[in-house]
């Protein structure tokens, strides 16, 4: 299948400073991308959709200006965590999907801890 | 209640089959999917079936689907140590703007 590549894996910051996670697609151009967050033992929640070159679509209850999305190329989204707190730890994944595949492929996932 | 439920845990002695069990509540999922995670990893999808199937069988692992009663499972034959995961069940459209809805996942638990 195809391989979407997830940077870093694990992430500690401090409280207060903003962390940047990136999402590529090697062998696929992903004309959509999607960020979700999994808190322990819960399942995924989606947290917005990104498509190539316009506004990211966030899901109700997501604070946008928090958690800022960008998708400036077919390979690559990248999601910012903006003044980190310690409830923004977490698991989160992000998934691609373009072209003529019918499933998304997910990246390995980025454990955000914020202390 | 929830779109997608599953069971949280099943544990099963190694070489004996597991079966991971599903119920949704779309009926106009197209496809219907199991992704595999290990710890501290991002998903793998294991397989899908497309709603108008019954069963598929991928080696080790068998797919049922009974649309009827909006219920699906996954059966692991033999199972091994390394199969010890969490399993999550999703739904959804396909399609390029694919978005699905996912199960909380089922913890399977291989032991000797």
């Known amino acids: 299948g195809a391989v979407v590549s997830q940077h870093p894996s694990r992430v500690i910051c401090k409280s207060g400073t903003s962390v940047k996670i990136e999402c590529r697609s090697l062998?696929?151009?992903?004309?959509?991308m999607f960020w979700y967050r999994q808190f322990p033992k819960q399942s995924l929640m989606l947290m917005a959709t990104?498509?190539?070159?316009?506004?990211?679509?966030?899901e109700q209850g997501v604070e946008k200006d928090k958690f800022l999305i960008n998708h400036a190329s077919l390979t690559l989204s990248t999601l910012t965590v903006t003044s980190a707190h310690p409830e923004d730890s977490s698991f989160y994944i992000c998934?691609?999907?373009?072209?003529?595949?019918?499933?998304?492929?997910f990246g390995q996932g980025t454990r955000l801890t914020v202390v | 209640g929830e779109d997608v439920e599953q069971s949280l845990f099943l544990s099963v002695r190694e070489g004996d089959s597991s079966v991971i069990n599903c119920t949704y509540t779309d009926s106009s999922s197209t496809y219907l999917y199991w992704y595999k995670q290990e710890p501290g990893a991002g998903l793998q999808l294991l397989t899908y079936?497309?709603?108008?199937?019954d069963m598929k069988q991928d080696q080790r692992l068998t797919v049922l689907l009974n649309k009827k009663d909006k219920h699906l499972s996954l059966r692991i034959a033999d199972t091994q140590t390394g199969d010890s995961a969490i399993y999550f069940c999703a739904e959804g459209l396909g399609g390029g703007s694919y978005i699905p809805t996912f199960g909380r996942g089922t913890s399977l638990i291989v032991h000797p």
């Open positions: 990104s498509n190539e070159g316009s506004k990211a679509t966030y």
């Open positions: 062998d696929f151009q992903a004309t959509t």
């Open positions: 998934s691609a999907s373009g072209g003529k595949n019918t499933e998304a492929f």
């Open positions: 079936i497309f709603s108008n199937m």
